[in-house]
């Protein structure tokens, strides 16, 4: 007996998903924001949580971190030049569970015209019937950590007592909600 390939192809619910970061400040504190405007596609087998393949786009200038003169800044060309590069992409190149519900996804972000393989740390909750309509829905949780200077983010201003206004590091926080 073989075990079914089909899938089916789930849509990202923008509207019940929150794309988060959080970024060192003044080498002290840490700064947390989001992007607001998502969009992608999950391919799910018929059974099971895991997915085969996940592609997502974010529009940068959908940026918010509570504070519109650095969300302006965060928009120039000192960091994502969304008027040259719109959107942040990520497409999955290897998904491998590591339990029934949990599993490590691999695959190229691409973050103002730079492409770099990332792997996100996964949690998936069960699948639902969707009472809006329809079809079922699914929900994820998934964590990284990337370094902004391989992204060619590299603005910083030198601090009087020493130190940078800006850390390398980046957390990033998906909470994805996707119907199919």
Same mark, same amino acid.
């Given at each position: 007996m073989t075990a079914s390939t089909a899938t089916r192809t789930f849509k990202i619910d923008g509207s019940h998903t929150s794309i988060g970061f959080s970024i060192r400040h003044l080498m002290?504190?840490?700064?947390r924001g989001s992007f607001a405007a998502v969009s992608g596609t999950i391919e799910l087998p018929e059974t099971g949580v895991i997915p085969v393949s996940v592609k997502a786009e974010i529009e940068a200038g959908s940026i918010d971190t509570r504070e519109a003169q650095r969300d302006a800044h965060l928009k120039s060309p000192d960091f994502f030049e969304v008027e040259k590069y719109p959107k942040l992409r990520f497409e999955s190149t290897k998904i491998e569970a590591t339990g029934d519900k949990t599993f490590r996804m691999?695959?190229?972000l691409e973050i103002?015209?730079?492409?770099?393989s990332v792997s996100f740390d996964a949690e998936a909750s069960d699948r639902g019937a969707d009472p809006?309509?329809?079809? *079922?829905? @699914?929900?994820?949780?998934a964590?990284?950590?990337?370094?902004r200077s391989d992204f060619g983010l590299t603005w910083n201003s030198a601090l009087e007592a020493g130190g940078v206004a800006v850390g390398?590091?980046?957390e990033i926080t998906l909470d994805l *909600?996707? @119907?199919?």
């Open positions: 002290i504190s840490k700064v691999t695959g190229d103002r015209g730079t492409k770099r809006f309509g329809g079809g *079922e829905r @699914v929900a994820y949780e964590k990284t950590k990337i370094k390398d590091d980046v *909600e996707a @119907v199919g």
